[in-house]
């Protein structure tokens, strides 16, 4: 009998440069249902459990988006419980691709990646960490 092998539930993948942008890729294998995951990920309550307060949050499409303490932008791409895009100005373009994680529907696999110009590498493991805290029911520490 064959076991499955234990895979991290974060994986960082490879950082791409697309002209003068740097693309970071992260897997996130989480255990909750892809609804609760996408609440977490595109409602302005569960960003701010993990993430930033969302002061303006228009659900859809070229919706406005203000993030405290990482700026103001644009929903560049939404595909209920599938794709939430964010393009948020001097912070480039974060995107979150939701897919099932089993056939019954069990669990969570979320892609991960984000555009950006700057040099500076954003703290994404940790967010990551405060969003499967949270997930979990856990109370998240201190937002970055």
């Known amino acids: 009998m064959t ?9 960082e993948g490879v950082t791409e440069t697309r002209g003068d942008a740097r693309v970071l890729h992260y897997l996130l294998r989480l255990p909750q249902p892809v609804e ?9 309550e569960g960003l701010r459990g993990w993430l930033a307060a969302a002061e303006v949050f228009e659900p859809r499409l070229g919706g406005a988006v203000t993030l405290h303490g990482l700026g103001s932008g644009r929903i560049t791409a939404w595909d209920v419980e599938r ?9 480039g373009r974060v995107r979150f691709h939701l897919e099932r994680g ?3 529907g ?13 040099e500076r590498e954003p703290p994404w493991r ?3 960490e405060r969003l499967r805290a949270a997930l979990g029911g ?6 970055l």
């Open 3 to 11: 076991r499955p092998i234990d895979r991290p539930p974060i994986e």
């Open 36 to 44: 609760k995951v996408w609440k977490a990920l595109a409602t302005p």
């Open 83 to 91: 794709v939430a895009e964010y393009t948020v100005e001097g912070r």
């Open 102 to 104: 089993a056939p019954d």
């Open 106 to 118: 069990t669990g969570t696999t979320v892609r991960f990646t984000h555009e950006l110009e700057e």
């Open 126 to 128: 940790a967010r990551f």
């Open 138 to 143: 856990q109370e998240p520490t201190q937002a």
